[in-house]
């Protein structure tokens, strides 16, 4: 058990006979690249009792080693994947089979947590009467595509799910992030945990329906002062996660789609309709389609600054949204064909169908997590 370093009883690094407060349960599919950087920032928290275990899901890189060198920290095997079992959520059940603490933080490889947060988290979610408190971390972005087609998802999700509804214990909208998932240990037996939710491909948010089902609050935020991560660190494993959840997170995907289409060529005609228009001594048709454009994209920048991603990144949006667009049909389509294919292994399509807002069935925020 770790402790607070101002505690003159017991230092980090040694063991306790007491039960800690909080059980920090990090799945781990093939993550030598980043949970090295994550194990760091989660055992030198303080102010807080805890315990860290990371579970190994059959890795065939160095993941075990790397957990394995951080002294105090547990290492598990997941339990045996059953058929129709989603791997990220049979190794968090088997981590919180062996979880003390009397909350749970399942959270995920590739974050790094900030000094303090674990204890503050505590806090927050006791001080707003939550069973479950969950935070959007801080999203980092290398490169043209990172930086171009993350802020057009996660503006995406701020517009369509709205946190003062997941925090509402009178809607029924529902949403949590498996990134950061803090959720008090009885609570999350009481609604049957991962296991209950063992076929889903969105085992966070159907946690959160279950928890809210039951009478529990929900806490949910944009968590950039507690949590950041970097999710994907290729095109090709931004392609396929996104692939993965996109089709799941939006009620309408084919609508969605077709509106961010026609976004996209009304600023792009507009404006080489201008520009023509401008070549060709028509200043009424040159201001008239350039107003039609500047105002298309002003609302489209709009959206993308609510999503906490730096100028750099809203300005690259635009050329992300025709690419979100063909991702969006691209998941749509794999899940019809029940081909998602993910950290190695491949799933049956769609297994949470997504409804309209309000929907118990189907509110779906927060982002594709990079677990297993």
Known sequence: MLRSPTDSKQQPGEQGSSAPEVSVIIPARNEEDCLGSCLHSSVTQDAVDFEVIVVDDAS???????????????VLDAAPLRPGRTGKSNALATGATQARGTWLLFTDADTVHLPGSLARSVLEAQEHHAALLSYSPAQEVHGFWERAIMPVVFAELTATFRTEDVNNPASPVAAANGQ?????????QSIGGFASVSQSLLEDVD???????AGHRLYFRFGG????????????????GWTKNL???FPSPGQLAVKRALEFLLVL?????????VLKDAPALALSAGALAATAYALFLSRVRRAHFGWDANLLALF????????????QLSHRRGTIVWKGRTYGGRATPAAKPGDMRAEAVGAHRSGT
Do not use: W
């Open 269 to 277: 005609l507009g404006a080489i309709t201008a520009l023509i228009a």
């Open 60 to 74: 065939t890189d160095r993941t075990r080693e790397t957990a394995s060198s951080f002294a105090n920290v547990q």
């Open 320 to 331: 992300g949204l025709p690419v979100f667009v063909l991702l969006l049909r691209r998941s």
């Open 207 to 213: 946690l959160a329906r279950a928890v809210k089902r």
């Open 247 to 249: 089709a799941l997170l």
């Open 180 to 188: 950061y998932l803090l959720i008090r240990r009885d609570v999350y």
């Open 225 to 240: 002062d507690a949590v950041r991560t970097r999710m994907y660190r290729s095109f090709a494993d931004l392609r396929q």
